[in-house]
Every structure is written in C-alpha cells, then in structure tokens.
C-alpha cells in the first residue's frame, strides 16, 4: 500500500510569494535592480526561466543596499522555485533570514530531507508534521513515520488521508497488526470497495486454514474486490472441498471458465453436479452433528439460508471441531438472509483457538459498515 503524498511545492511557491519584492520596485530600490528584477518576474510567470535566472543574476549583482539584497535573494529563491531548482532557492531564501516553515518544504523538495525535518521541527504546526512524516517515509525511517503520523491524528483526528498514510508506513514497517487495525478504521470511515480491496488483497497473502480462505474468497465477493481469475478459481476450488457446489459454480461463472482451460472446465462440471446433488444432499447432512457444517455448507451454496443456519446451529450445539467453522458460515448465511444482528452475534462467538478469528473480525467489520448483503 503506497502512501499519498502532500504537494509541498504548492506550500513552497505559497511561502515565497508571501515574501516577494512589492513590484514595480519602490524609491528604495536604484532603477537597474528594479528593472531587472521586474523583467525576472515576467519572465518566471511566463515560464522562461533561463531568462528569469539571468534578470536575476543581474539585479544581484547591481544590487549595494541591504533592501536592494534582500529583494534581488527573495527573487531569487521565487525565479528558482519556478525552475524546480529547490536547493537553490532554499539557499536563496535563507540568505533573507527566512523562517524555518518557508525553507522546510524548498529542502524537502531538494531531497535534503535531514535538514527538512530539522527545520520543520522548529517550525511546528500541522503541515510541518506533514512534512516530517513523509521525509521519514523517503528515507525509509517507517517506524519514525508511523510515530509521526499517530502524532497527526492524535492533534488532529482521525482525518482519512492520515489513516491511508499510517496505514502505509506501518505495512512498510512490518507492523502487519498494526496496519490491519488502521485499515479497520479506515473502512469504518470510508467502506467503498477500494478501501476493502487494499484490506482484503494484503489480508489475502497471509496464511491460513482453508476454511478462513473460503470465508475471505466469501468476504471479497460480498465486497466486490474479486477480480482476477485465478482468484475466482481458488474460490471455486475451496468452495468443492466444503461441499459449497453452488458457490463454487457462481465463483467460476462469475470468473470465466478460462475458455480452453482444462481445470477450469473441470472445475465447472464438478460445481455444476455437486449444486444439482444440494436440495436432496444437504437435509441428509444437516441431520447428524457430525456432517451438520457440510449439511450447511451445502444449505447456504443454493441460496437457502435458514435451512443452512439451523444446520449451523446443531454443529454448533454439538461443540465439535468444527463449531467455529459454523459459527462463522452462520453468520454468512444470516447476513445473506438479512439478519445483520444474528450475523454480528455469530461472528463474535468465534474463538481465538482454530484460526478464524481474524476473518470472523472481517465478516463482523463487513456487518458493521455494510450491513446484510446485497443480492
């Protein structure tokens, strides 16, 4: 997940036309420095720098008076600015006396990110913190980026474009729960499926049992973030192997069939016969504890969720091994049906002992933000 980033060239160009020589030049100022530095700031707004740069070059060296100086470095550091030679320009301006919130972002932008941060410091506020974060972003000091940031939203809040932000530091750091409980908050703010899809996809490269990959293939599909074929392929395969027929064959039909794809083909006719085999199937498992999850399973691939919630609920009562595995396929079932507070209520009876509690915590955000779901 790639950090945004704050434009600070527009806070650079921002600062230094605050601090601009009044033009055309005052009494003050000798008539050659006025006029060459009248003809460096057309010459910058029009975007012939080599020509600013030389108008500038003149009028520092007409320049004799302190005034005279410090107008010719202010158009300076402007005329440099334009020209994207930031280093120039912070030199430039800090000729002038400038503050440490006008140089901080010409030396961010010039890659002098130490001195950035220094200055920065100094200068305090939000927008200097800003700066600090992401210099330490630049130079791969994540854990130093991660504080600042949590710094940000502790003074500021929990703005979404600093969650995004310390999201991405914290996933450069290593600190995966870290980075897993601020997207939380992010999809709490904001639960459009680009903010599931960038959960979900690095979610989706840890591992686990096969029964918590079928409830995140479930979770990405509720959440329109299933896009690629192999996905919708390994969908279908974990589906077969929990006798999930009719979700298998919804997943390959969703994602192609792969055309001359063997597998695929395969696949398919495999989903297509354990779907048609479900409505006589499934009450046969349903009816004894030990195949009641498959029984449920099979329930909630045709679409006939109460059917599949009851079966749940006697593996459920059974205590077996597979008890969280129902509790977690009920709470699928129950949202499918529309019952947002029987999904809830299941999602959080799953234990922290057989691996699916972090996709359990998912379904249970995913009830929270989004409600039943959808078709």
Known sequence: MRPTTYAFTRIAALALMAALPALPASAAVSPAVGKALNAAASAAKSGNTSAAI????????????????????????????????YNDAARALEATGASPRQ??????????????????????????????????????RYGEAVTAYNNLIKA?????????????????????????ATTTKLIRVDSSPARWNALLTNFQQNAMRPEAKLG??????????????ADYQEFAKLALVAGQGG??????????????????QRLAQAASGMAAKAPTEAPKLAAAPATAVRGGNAYLSIGQYPQAMAAFDKAIAANGADADQ?????????????????????????????????IADLWGLYASTKGAIAG
């Open 216 to 229: 995140l293939y479930h979770l990405m599909s509720a959440t329109g973030t299933l896009s690629r074929p």
């Open 326 to 358: 129902a509790r977690l396929f009920k709470g699928i079932a129950a949202l499918h049906a529309g019952n947002v507070a029987v999904g809830k209520s299941s999602f959080a009876a799953v234990s922290e002992k057989n691996g699916l509690k972090d």
């Open 247 to 264: 979700t298998a064959a919804q997943a390959l039909a969703k994602g192609g069939s792969g055309g001359g794809d063997a597998m695929a």
């Open 156 to 180: 500021n809040g929990p703005k979404p474009i600093y969650l995004e932000n310390l999201a991405g530091a914290q996933y450069k750091a290593g600190d995966k729960k870290g980075y897993l």
């Open 54 to 85: 030389a108008a500038v070059n003149q009028a520092q060296a007409a320049a004799s008076t302190a005034e005279e100086k410090e107008k010719s470095a202010q158009m300076a550091a402007y005329v440099y600015t334009r020209a994207g030679r």
């Open 103 to 140: 140089l901080a972002p010409l030396y961010y932008q010039a890659g002098n990110y130490s001195k950035a941060v220094a200055l920065a410091k100094q200068a305090g506020g939000e927008d200097m913190q800003i700066l600090i974060a992401q210099a330490s972003v630049k130079q791969g």
